[in-house]
């Protein structure tokens, strides 16, 4: 299984950006998927999930500003992100979840993406 994230940049504070995450290989289209961020010096911490029957959940830190989504004919999971703040800035990985729904059992990652939000 390999999972491709991709979409990084540099934006300016309150801009948008989306991020992708083609997957490939043995993976069922149907697992949960979720994405992550990493910033300099703190743990990683989940940004989007997203089961695979497309319900989503977001940390009050992201809700209403990003919106992950998912084609599962294309397995690729997208984050769309809105409204960015210079505290978004981090490593942005997509993970696959173990299950269907979702138990925030990650067993395969992609290498990240980085995204830094300018002031």
């Known amino acids: 299984v390999q999972l491709q994230a991709s979409g990084g940049g540099l934006v300016q504070a309150g801009g948008s950006l989306r991020l992708s995450c083609a997957a490939s290989g043995s993976i069922s289209p149907f697992n949960a998927m979720g994405w992550h961020r990493q910033a300099p010096g703190k743990q990683r911490e989940l940004v989007a999930a997203?089961?695979?029957?497309?319900?989503?959940k977001y940390p009050d830190s992201v809700k209403g500003r990003f919106t992950i989504s998912r084609d599962n004919a294309a397995n690729t999971v997208y984050l769309q992100m809105n409204s960015l703040k210079p505290e978004d800035t981090a490593v942005y990985y997509c993970a696959t979840d173990k299950s269907f729904w979702g138990t925030g059992n990650y067993d395969y990652w992609g290498q990240g993406t980085k995204l830094t939000v300018s002031s």
């Open positions: 997203i089961s695979g029957a497309g319900t989503t």
